[in-house]
């Protein structure tokens, strides 16, 4: 079965503070990953889309890495802001192509 | 902001009722997705329609349908609501078919409250 596991659940950290969120994936074949923040109440919006043979890619102070053999990815804030306090969600789309294989989310709370 | 669109923003009905959600895509999108999220639980997919045709279904209750029309809007029909049917839904479009390097653009969704 077509997996997506993200941790940790919730974390918070001080704002400028640097962090991690980790994605585990079990979506054979992999077509690509995604991760997309969240605010709350609002749609998500996507930050990095990764392929198979690309192992890292940044949006600004988000940076998305991806291990497609161990099929684990993470993604790095740096130098958190207030603004960062969202959900980032891990996306997998296996290469069937059509459906995607969402993650349950990491909460980030960015205190001052 | 995003470019899709979805009406109503917030939905309050009773139990047994029947409601339909709508979603435009933005313009020159092709595929439309409904995604249902509830309670601090993960967006579930409920299926997808690519110019018009049903491409893919997720974990749609037979008590819930929907249709992209020749306009490329979609309308999402929930019927006997359930308490349980209370959740965020979510639209989304993108140019084609996903499995390329397509994003996916996501509306405001359109919070249903059941009582």
């Known amino acids: 079965k077509n997996q997506v596991e993200q941790s940790p659940q919730s974390l918070i950290i001080l704002e400028g503070k640097n962090c991690t969120l980790q994605c585990n994936y079990t979506v054979s074949p992999f077509s690509n990953l995604r991760w997309y923040k969240q605010d709350t109440g609002r749609g998500p919006v996507s930050l990095t889309i990764?392929?198979?043979?690309?192992n890292t890619k940044s949006n600004g102070r988000y940076t998305a890495t991806l291990d497609a053999d161990t099929k684990q990815s993470s993604l790095h804030i740096t130098a958190s802001q207030l603004s960062d306090s969202a959900s980032y969600i891990c996306v997998v789309s296996g290469a069937a192509g059509n459906k995607l294989t969402f993650g349950g989310g990491t909460r980030v709370l960015v205190k001052p | 902001d995003s470019g899709v669109t979805q009406t109503p923003k917030h939905l309050i009905t009773a139990t047994g009722q029947r409601v339909t959600l709508r979603c435009s895509p933005r313009s020159g999108d092709l595929s439309v997705y409904w995604y249902q999220q509830s309670l601090d639980q993960g967006l579930q997919f409920l299926i997808q329609?690519?110019?018009?045709?049903?491409?893919a279904k997720g974990n749609i209750l037979e008590r819930f349908s929907a249709q992209q029309f020749p306009d490329l809007h979609s309308e999402l029909n929930l019927s006997s609501l359930e308490l349980g049917d209370s959740a965020l839904y979510f639209c989304?479009?993108?140019?084609?078919?996903?499995?390329?390097?397509?994003?996916?653009?996501f509306g405001s969704g359109t919070q249903l409250s059941v009582l």
């Open positions: 989304a479009s993108s140019v084609g078919p996903v499995g390329g390097n397509e994003k996916l653009f």
């Open positions: 329609y690519y110019n018009g045709e049903e491409r």
């Open positions: 990764m392929t198979f043979s690309e």
